[in-house]
């Protein structure tokens, strides 16, 4: 058997995705994703009607795009959104011509598009914080909300979202004890993405996921971030979940001095 290096960090969104679709258990919870390109596009938004266009190896939400097809009196229409600019096509081609000119020359996937439930009128996620604690055990150490900019497509703090407390974005949702058993479950999955990426990856130490939901509640994997930032838990009030994340950073070296 070939030996695996223990790399720290992997950036490859297509690389996580094929990783996550090996386990039985998490599979369900990934969107249908492919690599970019005319036909793959095409298939995904005619099975789906929304998809994401992203960089494979992308962060912060750049370079995101929502694409969606609408059916109207005169026929189907084509659209795309790229930060707050959204462009209308009478046919495929002359989007994905364009789509394909927008985008940065780099690798993209396509991938399902969730329709995230809202808060305020305003699409949110969620990052699940797991990281490695002083006995080497995972440990799912941190929970947050994040509710876009009314006008983008992304929720990422660095791309204009509001980090709140994720008991406040569920409230409409689910309530009391309901909530608290919610919660504990995006934990458990969070966990269970931890433990099955770090056998085909022993170097990770932290784990931050992207969990969207959808109408139905259910949790979907939009990303794994293996060097997931600590910080955005220093936007809640409550110091408690920040102290515990950095706490634990600390013990995975992440501030050591190189
Ligand atoms: N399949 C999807 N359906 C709905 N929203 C998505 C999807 N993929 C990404 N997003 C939105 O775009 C944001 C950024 O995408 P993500 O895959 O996390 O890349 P990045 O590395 O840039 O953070 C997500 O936090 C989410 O708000
Ligand atoms: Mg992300």
């Known amino acids: 058997m070939q030996k695996k290096k223990a790399i720290r960090t992997l950036t490859s969104k297509w690389t996580k995705t094929l990783a996550l679709l090996k386990s039985n258990k998490l599979c369900s919870h990934v969107p249908e994703t492919r690599l970019f390109n005319k036909s793959s ?11 994401y266009v992203k960089p494979v190896n992308g962060s912060f939400g750049q370079g995101v795009i ?7 009196t005169t026929g189907r229409k084509y659209r795309y959104q790229h930060g707050t600019t959204s462009r209308s096509f009478d046919n495929y ?10 985008k940065l020359k780099r690798s993209y996937l396509v991938q399902k598009g969730i329709h995230l439930i809202k808060y305020n009128n305003r699409v949110f996620d969620i990052r699940i914080m797991v990281q490695k604690n002083r006995e080497r055990k995972w440990e799912a150490s941190g929970y947050i909300g994040r509710v876009a900019h ?6 990422n703090f660095h791309n204009s979202g509001k980090p709140l407390p994720l008991e406040t974005l569920l409230e409409r949702f689910v309530q009391g004890e309901q909530k608290q058993k919610y919660i504990s479950d995006l934990k458990r999955l969070g966990y269970q993405i931890a433990v099955h990426l770090n ?7 932290e784990v931050g ?3 969207g939901v959808d109408k139905e509640l259910k949790p979907w994997i ?18 408690r979940m920040f102290n515990q994340v950095i706490h634990y950073a ?5 501030f050591r001095k190189k």
């Not at 009314?150 to 929720?155: A, D, E, F, S, Y």
């Not at 600390?250 to 992440?254: L, M």
Request: glycine share 2%.
């Open 250 to 254: 600390r013990v995975n070296g992440r």
């Open 209 to 211: 996921v992207d969990i």
């Open 41 to 51: 596009v095409l298939s995904l938004l005619k099975k789906y009607q929304m998809v």
């Open 199 to 205: 056998k085909h990856y022993p170097g990770f130490r």
């Open 222 to 239: 939009l990303e794994v971030n293996t060097a997931p930032d600590p910080f955005i838990f220093n936007q809640l009030k409550d110091k």
């Open 66 to 72: 929502r694409v969606d097809q609408q059916h109207t």
């Open 150 to 155: 009314p006008k983008k497509i992304v929720t």
């Open 93 to 102: 081609d002359a989007m994905y011509s364009s789509l394909s000119k927008s």
